[in-house]
């Protein structure tokens, strides 16, 4: 008998919505606190949170969630994870640059369907205005994402020791992610 | 040689409801929404609530979380499939029970659901008090929990509505079934 046998488990299925505080992800099992609104540090900042999906899906949009003032642009995406080290590499899904629209309410970005394989990814956050608010955690416990300086998302980040743009690591956990075929 | 990747086992389970990970709890205690408090709950609306099952499971019965002021309103509680929009089971409605107590309600014949996602649902026939979680409209949208509206008794097609800040506890009682 095979291990991979139906007779011994299939594996988890993830859950509809995937980003840092759902299953599997860097913060679901640190009870801390809900994301709150808090302003964007800086304008043309990118933020990079890993994420593990445990099976394969199909990414029917992204999305992240408002915060109490809307004032920008934002991009959403996901990348794969570096071939060396540890962080963000080449960038999988590039969403489209859309003004933020809706106060305190999640905001999605409808792409192409897009197959995943089970892995790991890191999930990508950028907005051009330092005034826009979203729902997320700032806490030094927490600092599991890195964060760079961008125009806008790139293709790729470069993958060297000190790599252009990066401002280091990140405590900031934004709720933004994937939202799967399945959910309506 | 052989190589012998790990396999994502699911652990066994009993009960599945709002707090449980295979539910949205890992969503809900991340955020610290775990306290349970007794609050109004408006009739014919309801939360459906996504869960998965990596194996095929059988389901034993319902259970909520009475709330603590009385009222008249019967319970609904159900499965819905992962289109949100198929009744798959349901008690139908049953009187809520007494208050602040966990009120158990059998599925009458075992019902056998495959490996696969699904949706938990909760309704009342009037304005109850149940007891749940309370938390942020948005968050709870990110967990993937949807809402709807004039749903009582539950029924398939419902019509899906804003997230809402309250979520209840309710559940079902489970015995796995290995394939």
């Given at each position: 008998m095979s291990l991979h046998s139906p007779s011994v488990s299939r594996g988890l299925f993830p859950p509809l919505y995937i980003h840092p505080y759902s299953q599997s992800g860097p913060l679901s099992e640190v009870n801390t606190s809900a994301p709150s609104s808090g302003v964007f540090p800086a304008a043309n900042r990118a933020y990079f949170t890993p994420i593990y999906v445990s099976a394969p899906v199909i990414v029917r949009r992204l999305f992240w969630a408002n915060g109490a003032t809307i004032a920008g642009n934002v991009q959403a995406g996901l990348y794969l994870s570096r071939?060396?080290?540890?962080g963000p590499g080449p960038a999988l899904l590039r969403g489209n640059q859309v003004a933020q629209a809706g106060v305190t309410v999640c905001q999605y970005d409808d792409i192409t369907d897009t197959p995943l394989s089970a892995g790991y990814y890191w999930v990508a956050l950028w907005c051009d205005a330092s005034g826009y608010f979203m729902r997320r955690i700032a806490v030094e416990m927490l600092r599991f994402g890195t964060q760079y300086s961008l125009s806008g998302l790139t293709d790729g980040l470069p993958?060297?020791?000190?790599?252009?743009?990066t401002v280091g690591s990140s405590n900031w956990a934004v709720l933004s992610g994937l939202c799967l075929r399945g959910a309506p | 040689m052989v190589n012998i990747l790990p396999v994502p086992f699911e652990p066994e389970h009993t009960t599945i409801h709002t707090l449980s990970t295979l539910c949205v709890g890992s969503c809900l205690r991340a955020w610290g929404y775990t306290s349970l408090t007794s609050f109004a709950w408006a009739a014919g609306s309801g939360p459906l609530l996504p869960f998965s099952l990596a194996r095929d499971t059988t389901l034993r019965d319902y259970f909520w979380y009475a709330g603590n002021v009385a009222a008249a309103g019967d319970i609904d509680v159900g499965i819905y499939a992962e289109d949100a929009?198929?009744?798959?089971?349901?008690?139908g409605g049953v009187a809520r029970g007494a208050n602040g107590t966990i009120i158990r309600s059998n599925v009458g014949v075992d019902v056998r659901l495959p490996r696969g996602r699904y949706y938990l649902a909760f309704s009342v026939s009037a304005s109850e008090t149940i007891y749940g979680v309370t938390g942020q409209a948005s968050l709870y949208e990110a967990a993937g929990i949807l809402t709807t509206t004039d749903n009582y008794p539950l029924a398939s097609s419902p019509t899906l509505a804003a997230p809402l800040t309250n979520c209840p506890y309710f559940g079902t009682r489970v015995h796995g079934v290995m394939p």
């Open positions: 071939s060396t080290g540890n993958e060297d020791a000190s790599p252009a743009g | 929009q198929t009744l798959l089971n349901s008690t």
